[in-house]
């Protein structure tokens, strides 16, 4: 009998070790005459569990971790002998921090071989598509605007109105483009599901392009994440073969190919028209809207542009019911979103979970406060340009109206914890050297601005006219964000005036010698 052995070729568990786990588990199991398959998938996002092994056995599959090297010999024993070990994690479905999530999105991450289109098709793979093919534009439409989906990088703009627009608007070409420029700080859904299940984000795109009538897309990916090119174009090349892209998908008319670009890594390119630029071999930068993509997008034409998590949301719902997608959430914001807990916090990784757990749920329960062991004293929520919050807002449900109420954006899902040894001062400060670093340089607010934060900034720490300097921030983040053509010099006032609103005491000036020993 041969053992199926499951070791993660994400990325992130690479980088801990996996790959020579599964090298040791090889050359052990051949010395003992073992018979194993050694099957590599995507990571289920549990990254403090990581290197995390799973065999399969009678009653599921059984994982065990953190796995090293020095551990594989008696690991290999307890999965020939069915016994107990250190390590063992039981039924890795059974995980309680697994077990609490709602994956729907991310239902196969982990489980699949991200390489097999046949694993794929024995997971409910190409359903949505395969139903799809049998709709009407307007039926399809339909669904996805009944779902509720919004766009998950971040805007949050309705997906079913900007499919409809594309759609609407006539043109003898159309695009779809995929914004797989993840570079928020403490992010990494869009790795994890291109490295882990990336046939959900082609079939999401190829029932976008039935949708709207494209015959072509783009992957946008950046060079930051070999691994997420490499997975993207085998499994591109895999449904290739297997008929799901190229010329008559299915045995029907539509025709729809992909192919994937790799970006240089500039932050402003996660903007959708910057990254536009990019596409058509141009630097990266924001163009004026309107015109939106739309309606004249990439080369000028029509263009569906979504994140990653959007296009790997539409499978199910085009297989399961719009409905059923519908039913998970808190008002308008519907579904599940895929939430990544980073930083200072003891069990960091990717939780999928529907709208509306707490703010302080998700840190204190679910990622068990701080990896340190101190008080949690804020979070980022958003990526680099999200807002702070202290625990007084920890009450704040996950939901966009929510945040934007406590002035505050959910961002693309990534949560960052501080404990209370932050310097909340420095924090802004970073804010604004980061937008001066990254700026497009397009437009004066976030270019001058930024670069005038960050000096300001410095000058309130140093003690130099407090009160004034502090005044200056406020004007400058409100410029800024009314008067930036994009999100990066939009978006960045929001972790610079929170840290300001409620850490007021790190922008105090320090005091000084003769102060402190008095």
């Avoid at 005091?511 to 020993?517: C, D, E, F």
């Amino acid at each position: 009998m041969t053992l199926r052995i499951f070791v993660s070729r994400d990325a992130g568990a690479i980088a801990v070790g996996a790959d020579e786990v599964a090298l040791t588990l090889e050359q052990t199991a051949a010395q003992r005459g073992a018979a194993i398959e050694i099957v590599r998938t995507g990571s289920r996002g549990l990254y403090w569990l990581e290197p995390m092994v799973e065999v399969a056995t009678a009653q599921g599959r059984v994982a065990f971790g953190p796995v090293t090297r020095a551990d594989v010999a008696s690991v290999l024993d307890a999965m020939l002998a069915d016994g107990p070990h250190a390590l063992r994690l039981g039924i890795a479905e059974d995980i309680p921090w697994l077990k609490r999530q709602t994956r729907l999105t991310f239902a196969r991450c982990g489980v699949v071989d991200p390489r097999s289109v046949e694993d794929y098709r024995a997971h409910d793979g190409y359903k949505g598509l395969e139903r799809a093919l049998t709709l009407t534009s307007d039926l399809i439409l339909a669904d996805v605007t009944a779902s509720g989906l919004r766009g998950r990088g971040g805007a949050g703009f309705p997906t079913g109105i900007k499919w409809k627009t594309v759609a609407q608007t006539s043109a003898e070409r159309k695009y779809i483009v995929c914004n797989a420029d993840e570079g928020d700080s403490g992010t990494f859904a869009d790795r994890m599901i291109m490295e882990g299940d990336p046939f959900v984000v082609i079939e999401g795109m190829t029932i976008a392009a039935v949708a709207v009538g494209a015959g072509k897309g783009y992957i946008y990916i950046r060079s930051e994440y070999p691994h997420a090119v490499e997975a993207m174009n085998a499994a591109i090349a895999a449904a290739r073969r297997a008929g799901y892209l190229g010329m008559r998908i299915g045995g029907t008319s539509h025709s729809f190919d992909l192919e994937v670009r790799v970006g240089a890594g500039a932050y402003v390119c996660g903007e959708e028209t910057s990254l536009l630029e990019s596409l058509e071999g141009r630097r990266g930068i924001v163009r004026a809207k309107p015109p939106l993509p739309a309606h004249k997008g990439l080369f000028g034409k029509p263009t569906v542009i979504n994140n990653v998590l959007s296009f790997a949301a539409i499978p199910f719902i085009l297989a399961g019911g719009a409905e059923a997608y519908a039913d998970f959430g808190m008002g308008r914001s519907r579904g599940t979103m895929p939430i990544q807990l980073a930083g200072n916090v003891r069990y960091g990784g990717l939780f999928e979970v529907a709208f509306g757990v707490t703010l302080g749920e998700l840190v204190d329960d679910v990622g068990g406060g701080t990896f340190t062991g101190r008080p949690v004293r804020a979070v980022q929520v958003g990526g680099p340009l999200g807002a702070y919050f202290p625990r007084a807002l920890f009450d704040t449900p996950f939901d966009y109206e929510a945040f934007a109420a406590r002035d505050g954006l959910i961002g693309h899902g990534g949560i960052v914890v501080f404990d209370d040894s932050v310097d909340m001062s420095r924090q802004a400060r970073f804010a604004m050297e980061f937008c001066a670093v990254e700026s497009c340089g397009k437009c004066t607010p976030c270019r001058i601005g930024s670069t005038r934060g960050a000096e300001t900034i410095d000058k309130i720490r140093a003690g130099e006219r407090v009160a004034e300097n502090i005044a200056v921030i406020e004007d400058l983040c409100n410029t800024m964000k009314f008067g930036s053509l994009c999100a990066l010099g939009g978006f960045t006032p929001y972790p610079v005036m929170s840290a300001l609103k409620h850490f007021r005491e790190d922008f105090a000036p320090a005091p000084t010698k003769l102060q402190a020993a008095e």
